[in-house]
């Protein structure tokens, strides 16, 4: 019986398909006196293979929690300050019955956009430009439909792993707890996230 890849086995793979560059690292380490058990820490990054394309991170760190502890996901940089902080998911049917949920909630006051996404963080004026354009709200709400587990953040997960991203304003769209491995996923991703970077440029310097 032939034995099952690993997720850093696979993305080697789709690498090799797809002419990319991959780091990866793989390694165990032994944990604290309180919980002794053996803990992995990996990291598997394929690098742009144009100038214009974003960087597929994936990371897991058992040692740690949260979102930081493992996500994948695609990651480029935006023009926007170190403290920018903005996280956005698609609204599920549990945020549709909450009657408390639309009291925390941020507005882009267009009601296709709103009706379909929670923003979880942010402020009203880095949200006010991240989604000024009706084009970007419209490419977000395409990306979100690949995987509900999609997510946007801006500076929310630590990307510091790749040098090219450490100490800049980075904007994501990942997921957590697991890795993306679904090559049909990650190509459509490929195409949507750099047409919304694309779209992310061209506003910026309209209103640079």
């Not at 890849?5 to 604290?32: H, P």
């Not at 980075?170 to 190509?187: H, M, V």
């Amino acid at each position: 019986m032939e034995e099952e890849k690993t997720a850093i086995e696979e993305l080697k793979e789709f690498a090799k398909r797809t002419k990319r560059e991959i780091d990866c690292k793989d390694e165990a380490y032994v944990g604290s006196g309180i919980n002794p058990r053996t803990l992995f820490k990996q990291h598997a990054i394929l690098s742009k293979s144009t100038e214009d394309e974003a960087y597929f991170i994936n990371f897991c760190d058992m040692a740690h929690s949260g979102d930081n502890a493992m996500y994948s996901g695609l990651f480029f940089p935006v023009d926007f300050p170190a403290s920018t902080l903005v996280k956005v998911r698609q609204k599920n049917v549990l945020d549709k019955m909450n009657p408390f949920s639309k009291k925390a909630e941020f507005k882009t006051d267009w009601k296709k956009f709103d009706t379909k996404v929670i923003i979880e963080e942010g402020d009203k004026e880095s949200v006010k430009m991240l989604f000024q354009s009706q084009g970007t709200q419209s490419l977000i709400l395409d990306i979100f439909k690949l995987d509900p587990r999609l997510k946007l953040c801006v500076n929310h997960i630590d990307v510091g792993i790749v040098p090219e991203l450490k100490n800049i304003s980075t904007l994501g769209i990942y997921i957590t707890e697991q890795w993306l491995l679904d090559e049909a996923i990650i190509k459509k991703l490929y195409t949507l996230v750099g047409k919304l970077k694309s779209k992310m440029q061209v506003a910026y310097e309209v209103h640079s």
